[in-house]
């Protein structure tokens, strides 16, 4: 079935220094979502991209989708401890139904 | 508030157990989806339903069943054919119209065979 890798999968970083995670899809993607993991808790949808070279920004966060939309990534300027956690990208899959397929997700933590 | 109840939050099952999460949603969404999560990987879909009474194999279906009797409910059987069944449960939801809409989760259900 179609995949959605996403790479690195663990990311250790100083507090104040910068984070990205990439999306990659060997196929072209209708959409892609990004949901944020805390420890403990459960996914909680931040964004969703949709259109070729879209760039968004909530505060810190930058996220993007590839020209091809085969691609997306996600960019944490300067780093706090309550961006602890794991962030996963996700693309719609339509096949008769819609399908919400998940990368592998990126840890990211934090020396305070 | 609208949202999406999971229960029990842990559960712990003996081998050759049946045991049935609970998902109920308030948002009046008409999709839902029953995903399960290994440490340190992400979610691999194991069934959902877009409407009442019907519901379709995931990924990995094999040793789970569930129904969808309402539209707010869609509970999740593990049954004893599920080999490995400690993981984390989440049930999610989502709105579809024309478009495409942030899926709602759960906050999870913990099951541990012991």
């Known amino acids: 079935g179609q995949q959605v890798m996403q790479i690195p999968q663990y990311q250790h970083v100083q507090e104040g220094e910068d984070f990205t995670t990439y999306c990659n899809s060997s196929t072209t993607l209708s959409n892609i979502q990004w949901y944020k993991q805390r420890p403990g808790g459960h996914p909680v949808f931040l964004i969703q991209?949709?259109?070729?070279?879209e760039v968004k920004k909530q505060k810190r966060l930058t996220f993007q989708f590839g020209e091809a939309k085969k691609n997306s990534s996600l960019h944490i300027t300067a780093t706090q401890t309550t961006d602890v956690g794991t962030y996963f990208c996700a693309a719609i899959i339509i096949q008769g139904a819609q399908k919400l397929v998940f990368g592998q997700g990126t840890r990211l933590t934090i020396n305070p | 508030d609208g949202g999406i109840t999971q229960s029990p939050k842990y559960l712990f099952r003996k081998e050759g157990q049946n045991v049935t999460l609970s998902c109920e949603q308030n948002l009046n969404h008409d999709a839902m989806y029953w995903y399960r999560q290994d440490p340190g990987q992400g979610l691999r879909l194991i069934y959902y339903?877009?409407?009442?009474?019907?519901?379709q194999k995931g990924d990995i279906a094999e040793g789970y069943s569930v129904s969808r009797e309402k539209k707010e409910s869609f509970p999740l059987t593990v049954t004893s054919a599920q080999k490995n069944p400690t993981a984390f449960y989440l049930c999610?939801?989502?709105?579809?119209?024309?478009?495409?809409?942030?899926?709602?989760f759960g906050s999870g259900t913990r099951l541990t065979v012991v």
């Open positions: 999610a939801s989502n709105f579809e119209g024309q478009g495409f809409y942030g899926y709602t």
């Open positions: 339903s877009q409407i009442v009474n019907d519901f």
């Open positions: 991209l949709v259109k070729s070279g």
